[in-house]
């Protein structure tokens, strides 16, 4: 079974689904769904829509250069079929998808080391400033903070050691 891929979004086109668009000279364009297929014809560029691969390619927010993506090159010359090369490569194939969605962990891990960060000091804020919803103002001193900054250090610390611990049992 081969899979393709959308010539809009990047998304894979499984055999019998979405449509194929043959241009005059003679060059095929398959399409996922009627979306992809009228974004093409309205000439749009894939690159500034937002939610095609290869916005998120470009944006950083998808692993781009990798070597496990050159396994997926469609090859045009049929191959004479060899019992035990179809076996390595079947279990080659299973071993580059382990790779290969692994190494997208790590990418988004990566990416969103830096956000949490700024996730918890938001929410810190915001529960700084609602803090009239939750203590009635007669109970509150005044200048009450909720987190001292000596805990937000412990935070700090224990957020950046819960990644570190991953990072380690990835590489083992």
């Known amino acids: 079974m081969r899979l393709l891929q959308c010539a809009f979004c990047g998304a894979t086109c499984y055999p019998g689904r979405g449509s194929l668009y043959v241009r005059n000279d003679s060059k095929m364009f398959r399409f996922c769904k009627k979306k992809c297929k009228k974004h093409f014809f309205m000439k749009h560029n894939p690159q500034r829509t937002k939610w095609t691969k290869t916005f998120r390619q470009q944006s950083g927010k998808e692993l781009a250069m990798d070597t ?11 191959i004479r079929y060899n019992r035990e090369q179809v076996k390595k490569t079947i279990k080659a194939m299973k071993i580059v998808s382990e790779i290969k969605s692994k190494r997208q962990d790590r990418f988004y891990d990566q990416r969103m080391k830096s956000k949490k960060k700024l996730q918890v000091n ?44 991953k990072q380690k049992n990835e590489k083992n």
């Open 122 to 165: 938001n929410k810190l804020r915001e529960i700084q400033q609602g803090i009239n919803l939750v203590i009635p103002p007669i109970l509150r001193k005044e200048d009450q903070q909720i987190v001292l900054p000596e805990k937000e250090k412990e935070i700090q610390d224990n957020i950046e050691s819960v990644f570190e611990k």
């Open 68 to 78: 496990t993506f050159e396994f997926e090159k469609r090859r045009n010359q049929p």
